[in-house]
């Protein structure tokens, strides 16, 4: 337990640990609770380490094994620090089709970075996705919550400028 | 930041470039420099918008005034007026006309008209934050209904006879569903809702939520009172935030409006629902992983039975239902069970949204009756294929699905129908593929978005697609082996069998359905390391490269021509192609289609910069090669098939002799194409080269008269038969054999052998001539009459999109005067003194889809009229003349008169002497296609020659060396590519000079520095 | 919104039509913004920012906007329905701030219809 919070403590602030520990109570005791926890422990903490991962555990009476399972098989959740701005470049069937790959191609020359990684100065965490739905604007790029449609490899740069 | 007070749109558009919009825009910085306005005003060149009649066009902002049909000479008034003065330049503003009956109604674009709004009836109408609006267009009536006046019995039966299918994609009868979970015994059921929409490239459901999220939660409230549970989940994916959005907004107004929650509408029913959202796995659309995700845990399938209708959510009876279907109840409800039925076909009942995405000009949702054809709904719906590519595939059911080609197009889409074509119908995902799309790739794409997806849960799934994807990429790395296709097939014949649930069952789908139906470039892939599309990079350097049929190393001389050394641009060319200046003026240019940059704006110009360099750098000087072989070979035709296999034998040591009937060599670039396209003395140059290197070429000697078969065969070891196809295809109608009934390519021999007499007027055609087909023989032959001083209608079957002549031909003839009537064929020529007098024709239209992906025309009755004409040129394609291969020289001919090679053997007959090539072979095909042939020849020839001496193979002698530029541009602006400057279409008319002028330096640098260099590898 | 019963589902559904017929007060203009996720990430929100300050900078109080999700042709979004009192609605493509300020300016105020950006006019029939 001590070694637990001492853990959490190095990275997350108290009132972080505070507001975790709110999430558990909000969803314990209810059946199923356990994804909608991570979701929002992810979205509070931007990811989710074994410490927090741990402390959901206990908060809830589950093994340590079952919530490490979920966290892994989910691809929305991650266990390592995330960029100030994620990329998501989608490879659905619609954006392969119309050049999303060159897409990516460019992204990873840009940075220096493959899939799932985050660049060295942590502005950006590049990601691909499996179709987001916007496929009538295909090839698609998602920054944060910007979606860019009907992208071109040239126009990688201008789109990631403003983001820093 | 610098302000501009205001802005000025300048259209860039071709269409407004084409009208002059570059010196509009000249003019206009100039006259704002003058005026000392550029700091206020900026001018912004933008895209087409469409509307390139009216061009140039200038919008300026802020003030939103739109000019249009600006000249250069209206700048400065334009300027003084408006930018100085303030005022509107009345004299230029657009304007409106009258009526605006100019616009379409929705009813007159076949997008919105074909289609049949049942699912989508609320779709840009209501807004889906207002519940108010949902109710006003019968919203919550049918759950009214259901909750007021039927019971559970009626409502499952009302469903069942509805016809009402699942939705997500395997397309269970709903009814049966509900059934089965009504009759289930227990207090505590669940409604489900699959809003999980995994598929990549499918989006209908999100569409549906974002747009009309109460249809759903409709259908789920009579769902629920249909099987008796009072509790549902929407489990919809956290990708779609604005979906959740809407639908928490939809939930809470329903909760307030005591439309969800305790006894609803006061009829004592409960139901409530709430929203889980899906963290990101496909399988959890599967419906018992979905269960297990709910549930918290990690989302896997379980084993079936229990069926979800027994022992689902919590071990309790649950329903699960997709999006759509869900969106469907309310309104069968309300509109009765044969309202839903009353479209669609047999089986498959009611309407099928799709998700219509990929290559496709409109892009969208798409609802259609089931059973409507594919065609219908990508052509048609879709407006086809843009920037003139071919279909190649509709993908239907995702990475569970299968590939629907060209020759299925008439198929009706329903879930019978598409399971029969080895795809599933899916969840709707409907993704349009043209012929850049490379069929192992996709299957590779599929599995390994399979691969990644399988939930690790059964072995069959999680290790087949491990080792089938290994298979896929392979090939596509040109590491395939021979047996991967059985092996493939063997291995998804077990994932098919064995796999727990749907997603791993399913799997193997992708790969057998493009199996099926393009097995060849699997083998293409394996055999050739060829890749048809250029898609798998790794079995080239450069897409142009590998699509060229005689691999032109075209990267490395356009990068020459930008260093401008074109003197070794031309040795480049001359490596692989005998006849480059041919080619930069008449090849079909396959490469361009292929072209990277094309992707980006237009593909580069290649066989211009391939004409330019060949019209400015001196011409490499050939010296002979000594024949030191003691094999004799003739060549039989001295076209461009016959002369690269005599000039590569050459090369190689052998004495080659090269017999013509014909007067002069050169085939049909020297007989049937006009000196216009392809002037006389730069076909002759490429041809004296040929010579040069010890070629003999008789010309005025046909084999098998007046040289003897036995001779030429007795004098030579092997003989190379490439004499072309010179035969016009009769078009099979009464009176084609009166005067003045001219096939095509005889026409074109007959001019181009007695050119001055026609010229004179000693021959003649007439005034007024037909010319039948739609080919580059067809428009060759309109060219030439029209400059013999005739007036030409050209008459076509199909559409103009069908035809098969190249797209700048046909736009050259127009240009030219040359009138084209479409959707015409002929009937009967009718003649008066033995010669022709007019020409009797039928209207057409277009019917279903033929196995090439064109409409099929199809005769309109009563619609027969008569064209009064003095000649009639028929060039609806040509046929080899093989008489002269006598009967017993064990040189098989087939039924089409060409002439049958070996299996497994791109050169050889039945009789091992002979080889054969070109458009004897293969029918009408293109000039690098013949170039490809004689290369292939000469290779084979020489081998077959060396191995049966024991001798080893031919080493080619040790090129110089060219080194290669590269010069990669930091940043690629969007350019359009360079266009060829031409000769004004009315002087064109007045003789056979060449119409297309050539680039000049800077034009020709300009456009090699649009090459992208994806040749090379950083 | 109170607990409703069967009979003011009907009653709902009249008022609605009355005002969306846009008989009701002194609307004359109904605009509407298509904003499904493709609408969005083609840029209907800033469509939507230009047609909201141009109203309130031209000070009219006779014009309302409404959104309302995908219409289905995503290729040609951002699309914008214009519909004068009266008149048959009008539905833009390709719509950007800067021709939805012109639209506005020219079509809503003046009531000139702006064909260039038109697709079509008129609206989808559901049998």
Redesign the interface.
């Known amino acids: 337990m001590k070694a637990e919070l001492d853990d959490l403590s190095k990275v997350f602030t108290p009132e972080q640990i505070a507001q975790l520990d709110a999430i558990i109570a909000k969803h314990k005791g209810k059946p199923g609770g356990l994804i909608p926890v991570l979701e929002e422990a992810q979205v509070t903490l931007e990811y989710l380490p074994p410490s927090v991962q741990a402390r959901i555990a206990r908060g809830l009476n589950l093994p340590f094994s079952r919530v490490y399972g979920v966290v892994t098989f989910y691809s929305f959740f991650t266990m390592t620090p995330r960029g100030r701005h994620t990329v998501r470049v989608c490879l659905g069937t619609a954006c392969y089709v119309r050049g999303g790959k060159a897409i990516a191609e460019t992204l990873e020359k840009t940075f220096g970075i493959k899939e799932g990684e985050t660049t060295p100065d942590r502005r950006f965490t590049y990601e691909t996705v499996r179709c987001l739905g916007a496929c009538g604007l295909g090839p698609v790029v998602v920054v944060d919550d910007d979606v860019h449609g009907r992208v071109k490899p040239a126009k990688v740069k201008d789109i990631l400028g403003p983001y820093v | 930041m610098k302000v501009f007070r205001s802005h000025l749109l300048l259209c860039g558009g071709t269409g407004c470039h084409a009208s002059g919009s570059l010196e509009v825009k000249k003019a206009l910085l100039a006259e704002l420099d003058k005026r000392g306005l550029a700091d206020e005003i900026k001018v912004v060149e933008t895209g087409c918008n469409g509307f390139c009649a009216m061009g140039p066009i200038m919008v300026v902002y802020p003030d939103g005034v739109m000019y249009t049909l600006i000249q250069a000479a209206d700048i400065p008034e334009l300027v003084e007026e408006h930018l100085v003065k303030g005022r509107v330049l009345e004299r230029l503003l657009y304007k409106e006309p009258a009526t605006g009956e100019t616009i379409p109604t929705m009813q007159e674009i076949p997008f919105f008209a074909l289609q049949e709004l049942r699912v989508l009836r609320n779709r840009g109408i209501i807004d889906p934050e207002k519940i108010e609006e949902y109710i006003a267009r019968d919203g919550y009536a049918g759950m009214a209904k259901a909750l007021t006046e039927m019971s559970s019995e009626d409502i499952v039966k009302e469903i069942l006879d509805s016809g009402l299918r699942g939705r997500g994609g395997a397309g269970f009868p709903t009814g049966l569903k509900w059934k089965f979970a009504s009759q289930s015994p227990g207090d505590i059921k669940y409604v489900l809702c699959n809003a999980d929409e995994g598929d990549p490239g499918a989006f209908m459901d999100r569409s549906v939520l974002e747009a009309d999220p109460h249809a759903v939660l409709e259908g789920m409230a009579i769902a629920a009172k249909a099987i008796g549970a009072h509790h549902g989940y929407i489990y919809c994916r956290a990708e779609y935030p604005l979906a959740i959005h809407r639908l928490n907004i939809a939930i809470t107004q329903a909760k307030e409006a005591g439309l969800l929650g305790k006894d609803i509408l006061g009829t004592g029913f409960d139901f409530d629902l709430e929203i889980y959202q899906g963290a990101g796995a496909f399988v959890c659309g599967e419906e018992t992983a979905l269960m297990t995700s709910i549930e918290g845990k990690r989302g896997m399938p379980r084993p079936r039975p229990p069926f979800p209708a027994v022992a689902g959510l919590w071990q309790r009876p649950s329903v699960l239902n997709n999006v759509e279907t869900l969106a469907n109840i309310g309104q069968i409800i309300l509109r009765g069970a044969a309202w839903h039925a009353s479209v669609g076909s047999e089986k498959s009942k009611g309407t099928k949204v799709f998700a219509l995405t990929g290559d496709v000009n409109n892009v969208g949702l798409v609802e259609v009756p089931m059973g409507t054809p594919l065609g219908k709904i990508v052509f048609d719906i879709g407006g086809g294929i843009p920037k003139g590519k071919k279909f190649k595939a509709a993908q239907l059911g995702g990475p569970s699905g299968g590939m629907i080609p060209t020759q299925h197009l008439n198929a009706p889409v329903d879930y019978e129908k598409v399971a029969e074509l080895g795809a599933i119908m899916g969840s709707g995902g409907l993704i349009v593929m043209n012929e850049d799309s490379c069929a192992v790739d996709m299957a590779r794409f599929f599995m390994d978005f399979c691969q990644d997806e399988s939930c690790g849960k059964c072995t069959p799934c999680r290790e087949g697609t491990k080792r089938m994807l290994e298979i896929l990429t392979n090939i596509t790395q040109g590491q395939g082996k021979e047996g991967d296709i059985p092996l493939l097939e063997e291995m998804a014949g077990i994932i098919k069998d064995s796999a727990l649930c749907g997603l791993g069952q399913t799997a193997p789908n992708p790969v057998l359905s493009t199996l099926r139906y393009f097995r060849h470039e699997y083998e293409d892939h394996i055999k050739n390391h060829h890749c048809a599309a250029a898609v798998c990079s790794a079995l080239f350097k450069s897409p142009c490269q590998h699509t060229c049929p005689i691999e032109m190393d075209i990267p490395a001389y356009i990068a020459l021509v930008r260093a401008d050394r074109f003197e070794d641009a031309y040795r480049v060319l001359l490596k692989t192609n005998p006849f480059p200046s041919v080619c930069g003026r008449v090849c079909d240019h396959k490469c361009q289609s292929k072209c990277r940059r094309g992707k980006m704006d237009e593909p580069v110009a290649i066989k211009f910069l391939k004409r330019f360099i060949t019209d400015n750098a001196p011409r490499p000087k050939i010296t002979a090669v000594p024949v030191d072989r003691k094999q004799k070979i003739a060549v039989v035709g001295a076209g461009p098939a016959g002369l690269t296999a005599a000039r590569d034998l050459a090369l190689r040591g052998y004495k080659v002799n090269v017999f013509e009937e014909l007067p002069e060599a050169g085939g049909m670039l020297r007989w049937a194409i006009p000196a216009y396209r392809l002037p006389r003395n730069i076909l002759a140059r490429e041809i004296d080269d040929v010579r040069a290197l010890g070629v003999d070429i008789q010309c005025n000697t046909r084999v098998g008269k007046d040289l003897p078969w036995r001779k030429v065969a007795a004098e030579h070891d092997v003989i190379y038969l490439a004499p072309g196809a010179h035969a016009s295809q009769k078009m099979d109608i009464p009176g084609e054999d009166l005067g003045g009934v001219w096939g095509g390519v005889e026409f074109l021999r007959d001019f181009n052998a007695n050119e001055e007499a026609w010229l004179s007027g000693k021959k003649t055609l007439g005034a007024k001539v037909a010319v039948v087909g739609g080919g580059n023989s067809a428009i060759d032959a309109a060219r030439v009459a029209a400059r013999l001083g005739a007036e030409v209608t050209i008459l076509y079957r199909r559409e103009r999109k069908d035809m098969p002549a190249a797209e700048e031909e046909i736009l050259a003839a127009v240009h030219e005067g040359i009138k084209i009537e479409y959707l015409v064929a002929p009937l009967k020529i009718q003649g008066k003194d033995g010669k022709v007098s007019a020409i009797a024709c039928q209207r057409m239209m277009l019917g279903e889809f033929d196995r090439s992906g064109r409409k099929r025309p199809i005769p309109v009755e009563g619609s027969e009229f008569t064209l009064s004409v003095d000649a009639i040129v028929a060039a609806i394609g040509q046929v080899p003349d093989t008489s002269f291969v006598p009967e017993d020289s064990g040189v098989s001919v087939n039924r089409w008169a060409c002439l049958d090679l070996v299996p497994d053997s791109k050169s050889q007959t039945t009789n091992p002497k002979f080889h054969a090539g070109g458009d004897a072979v293969t029918g009408p095909d293109t000039v690098i296609a013949a170039i490809a042939a004689g290369h292939q020849a000469a290779r084979d020839i020489d081998a077959s020659i060396r191995q049966s001496a024991g001798e080893p193979a031919w080493e080619a002698p040790e090129e110089e060396k060219i080194d290669i530029p590269l010069v990669i541009d930091e940043e690629t602006l969007e350019s359009p590519q360079t266009a060829m400057p031409e000769m004004a279409p009315s002087e064109r008319r007045q003789g056979f000079a060449e119409v297309e002028l050539g680039f000049t330096r800077e034009a020709a640098i300009a456009e090699a520095c649009r090459c992208l260099r994806c040749d090379i590898e950083i | ?6 009979s003011d ?1 009907k009653k ?2 009249e ?3 009355a005002e ?1 017929a846009l008989r009701e007060g002194d609307r004359r203009v109904r605009v ?1 913004v ?1 904003m ?3 609408g ?3 840029g209907a929100r800033e469509v939507l920012d230009a047609l909201m300050r141009e109203i309130e900078e031209s000070g009219v109080s006779d014009v309302v906007i ?12 951002p ?1 914008v ?1 214009v519909e004068i009192i009266g008149r ?1 609605p ?2 833009y493509e ?1 719509v950007n701030p ?1 021709k939805m ?2 639209i506005f ?2 079509h809503v105020l003046e009531g ?16």
């Open positions: 919104m109170a607990k409703l019963k069967i589902l709902i559904k008022k609605v039509h969306t509407t298509h499904g996720t493709c969005i990430a083609s409404t959104t309302s999700g995908c219409m289905g042709l995503c290729s040609r979004e699309l329905t048959e009008i539905k390709y800067n300020r012109q300016k020219r000139e219809v702006q064909t260039p950006f038109v697709l079509a006019r008129g609206a989808e029939i559901v049998k």
